[in-house]
């Protein structure tokens, strides 16, 4: 299951997405003052299909950064499973990219997108990878992020934007079944933010990665994701999946139409319901 790259460097579509499965998935933290414990998360159940954007809303501290770094097996939770495909989260190959850029600062853009696809191609039965065309493939990713022209840039030497759109073509370098994003967009002015979010929609949609993204914008969940998940103060639960029907990649103007309008009101109120 692979995004591969066209030699005209558009992203083919195909079995990109993994299905993710979260059975009754939990987290407990010790807490560092009392040593007692916080229950971050409790009894997430969530069944997403290949290729599905699903957006994550729900007030801050509800445990979302918690569950996609579950989602990337940064830590094991501590009840119910996680599976990716046919196999374990720790297993898959996920590409995530933070709120905050990410980039490392004593490497050029281009050296930035190709670091995950370096490390790849050093492991045993990957060795084929030239190279070569690790750097082609770095190249590709960045002309289909809208970065040409700036390979040689290290990330002090470019926008917030910028840094955000070489940490998406980061994470797309591993070809990843699983995209997950934390707030990439909210430290980013209205009008890049909105740029981003059309860019987003066509990579995901051509790429076709299972996305999970986090945000505390309920206009840009709605506008970005085929389902939105609410979930309830913490500890985290599921309180509402609501669908978002109209097709991705969805048009600027979905944003005034009646089904967008809908879904915000009835989004806002849910997060902002005790
Ligand atoms: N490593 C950790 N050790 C102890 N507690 C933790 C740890 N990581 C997260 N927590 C706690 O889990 C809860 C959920 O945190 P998390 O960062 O997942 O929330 P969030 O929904 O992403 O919040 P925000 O919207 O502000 O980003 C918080 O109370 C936090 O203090
Ligand atoms: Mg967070």
């Not at 569950?67 to 196999?87: E, K």
């Not at 990957?126 to 289909?144: C, F, G, T, Y």
């Not at 999970?212 to 998940?229: K, M, N, Q």
Request: aromatic share 6%.
């Amino acid at each position: 299951m692979r995004a591969d790259l066209r030699t005209d460097g558009a992203l083919t579509t195909g079995t990109g997405g993994a299905a993710l499965r979260l059975k009754d998935v939990g987290m407990r933290f010790s807490q560092p003052n009392n040593g007692r414990t916080l229950t971050a998360l409790e009894g997430i159940d969530l069944d997403i299909e290949p290729g599905e954007f699903v957006a994550v809303v729900g007030p801050s501290g509800c445990g979302k950064t918690t569950l996609l770094r579950l989602i990337a097996a940064m830590m094991p939770p501590t009840s119910g499973t996680i599976g990716v495909g046919d196999g374990t989260a720790a297993g898959a190959r996920t590409g995530f990219v933070f709120q905050q850029a990410s980039l490392y600062p004593w490497r050029t853009v281009l050296r930035n997108v190709a670091f995950g696809t370096e490390l790849r191609a050093r492991t045993p039965h990957r060795r084929d990878r030239s190279r070569k065309a690790v750097r082609a493939k770095a190249q590709e990713l960045i002309e289909l992020v809208g970065l040409e022209g700036f390979e040689d840039y290290y990330p002090h030497q470019i926008s917030g934007g910028m840094q955000q759109r070489a940490n998406l073509a980061r994470a797309l370098a591993i070809d990843p079944q699983l995209l997950l994003m934390d707030e990439p967009f909210s430290a980013l002015d209205a009008q890049t933010r909105e740029e981003l979010q059309i860019e987003l929609q066509r990579i995901a949609v051509q790429a076709g990665t299972t996305t999970v993204f986090v945000t505390h914008d309920i206009g840009e969940a709605i506008y970005l994701a085929d389902r939105v998940v609410v979930l309830s103060g913490r500890p985290g639960r599921v309180r509402e999946v609501l669908a978002c029907p109209t097709p991705r990649p969805r048009p600027l103007k979905y944003q005034v139409s009646d089904e967008f309008t809908d879904l915000r009101n009835t989004v806002w109120n849910l997060v902002h319901s005790k």
